[in-house]
């Protein structure tokens, strides 16, 4: 099984920029679909994107399309959310996940990081 590490997060002011990397070991990445997720206090952990192998295809929730890329590179092994234009509201827990399929579901992902904080000051 895939092991994926998250790093990258932090505090930043509203319309501020964030690039969060997940680095992933004991398999390639190429084998997996990857996504991101995040997780608020108090409320459900959210889909907010998603990428295809190869990169060929990507996904955003409606709430985070245009200011929020995904992207990979299998060679480095990782798998990038660049953030702009960033909201109170993106403040959250960002989690990387491997998969087998492209889901907005959490429970299509096997495989976890432990997490990164994004922090939006107004």
């Known amino acids: 099984q895939v092991q994926l590490v998250e790093s990258g997060g932090g505090l930043v002011q509203a319309g501020g920029s964030l690039r969060l990397s997940c680095a992933a070991s004991g398999r390639t990445l190429s084998f997996y679909v990857m996504g991101w997720f995040r997780q608020a206090p108090g409320k459900e952990r959210e889909f907010v994107a998603a990428i295809s192998w190869r990169g060929t295809s990507t996904y955003y929730a409606d709430s985070v399309k245009g200011r929020f890329t995904i992207s990979r590179d299998d060679a480095k092994n990782t798998v990038y959310l660049q953030m702009n234009s960033l909201k109170p509201e993106d403040t959250a827990v960002y989690y990387c996940?491997?998969?087998?399929?492209?889901?907005?579901?959490?429970?299509?992902?096997?495989?976890w990081g432990q997490g990164t904080q994004v922090t939006v000051s107004s």
């Open positions: 996940a491997a998969g087998g399929q492209i889901s907005y579901h959490d429970t299509d992902f096997g495989s």
